[in-house]
């Protein structure tokens, strides 16, 4: 295919386009009536993002997004902001920037291609059905052109699939690999079955944490859908808020996204909410994508024993396996995520940088991070929760 064809565009909102249309590249499988893959790709999710002016003026995250046209018929779009900083990405770059800066360079602004303040792995070159290699292909060489004709000092695509990161290496982008802990369904039934795979003291440590945060003196739900209500987003934020000033000193979503969220949403949103005498105390968002579910905040207006673990990753669990799902993402980070059976799983980058000698030592630093990397999946991998061979794990 020519790629001379291929006219590739920049929008500097998703009111520029039509939902449809860039859904037809987001997430065409939803064509069946099901669920997207990713959730947090869709127009919807990005647009309530700008609405709510979570990204924008004054927030650090330009949109930017690239879209790529063969005979006028969108085939490939990509979710890329202009980012005057590093928050909110948690691929962490902040070495880099200084280093670069060390030296007289200018980091600052650099191209970032993400779902914004989303740790979770999905299409990030988002292509239509059947026109792969070469939406992807313009998509990285419009960015790259984007970033070298404006003298912006780097390119990053966080959270990428394991394919895009194999195709991007192969045009030239650097990879970088990363971990975090996701739980996998190996078809269970209920929670008993998933706790049958375990050892026999993790087993007993989770039915032990399961006990005490059940006794807070209330009761836990999880609300999805039509029942969800607004007076239920007024109990997460001030979750959110205790939350966002303790890791990040500020919130990255404002409230007006959970009021967008109510409206356009709520299919896509699982809320666990644990109420003490009808008064909610703490609770859990997660997204819900085809095959996985997607935890991403957690707050508490009120601290309980084990809470935490049973709002986030038990009854995220209890979701799955409810719902068919293959897998939970429950976000970044978190090595006590093993032990209640989420194991070590490999997350990707792509990343362009300009200037030639920076290039050569961050693919030289990205080299050595990914032997890492490596070695640390393989150790906790062996110090897993579930059953090994030995007969008196078994017991």
Excluded at 35 to 40: A, E
Excluded at 188 to 193: E, L, P, Q, R
């Amino acid at each position: 295919m020519d790629q001379a064809q291929i006219e590739v565009r920049v929008l500097t909102s998703l009111s520029q386009i039509t939902a449809g249309d860039w859904d037809s590249c987001a997430c065409p499988e939803v064509a069946d009536g099901g669920r997207p893959h990713d959730p947090f790709t869709t127009h919807r999710f990005l647009l309530a993002l700008e609405e709510s002016g979570s990204v924008g003026r004054g927030t650090g995250w330009q949109p930017q997004y690239l879209t790529a046209y063969l005979d006028g018929m969108l085939i490939g779009a990509t979710p890329m902001y202009a980012k005057s900083h590093s928050q909110g990405e948690y691929i962490f770059d902040h070495s880099w920037a200084h280093a670069y800066e060390s030296a007289g360079g200018r980091y600052y602004p650099k191209l970032q291609i993400a779902a914004p303040f989303t740790p979770a792995t999905g299409r990030r070159f988002l292509v239509r059905p059947g026109y792969d290699a070469v939406g992807m292909s313009a998509l990285v060489q419009g960015a790259v052109q984007l970033a070298a004709e404006n003298r912006i000092s780097s390119l990053h695509a966080t959270f990428c699939t394991e394919a895009e990161a194999l195709a991007g290496e192969q045009m030239g982008l650097m990879v970088r690999h990363s971990q975090q802990f996701h739980w996998l369904n190996d078809g269970y039934t209920d929670f008993d079955g998933f706790l049958a795979a375990l050892s026999s003291r993790k087993r007993k440590n989770i039915r032990k944490e399961r006990e005490q945060a059940c006794d807070f003196g209330g009761q836990i739900r999880t609300i999805t859908g039509d029942d969800l209500r607004p007076e239920h987003w007024d109990a997460f934020w001030r979750f959110y808020q205790d939350t966002g000033a303790r890791k990040w000193g500020s919130p990255y979503l404002t409230r007006q996204f959970f009021d967008i969220a109510q409206e356009t949403m709520t299919d896509d949103i699982a809320l666990v909410l644990a109420e003490r005498n009808g008064y909610p105390v703490a609770g859990a968002l997660n997204f819900i994508g085809r095959e996985t579910l997607y935890g991403r905040y957690w707050g508490c207006v009120e601290h309980h024993p084990c809470l935490h673990f049973e709002l986030c990753y038990y009854r995220a669990i209890d979701f799955a396996i409810a719902e068919g799902l293959a897998r939970v993402e429950a976000g970044a980070q978190g090595e006590h995520k093993l032990a209640r059976g989420y194991m070590p799983t490999r997350t990707h980058s792509l990343h362009w940088v300009g200037d030639p000698g920076f290039a050569d030592a961050v693919q030289k630093y990205l080299d050595a991070e990914a032997h890492a990397v490596g070695e640390e999946i393989e150790i906790l991998t062996d110090y897993g929760p579930f059953r090994k061979s030995n007969p008196e794990e078994q017991q």
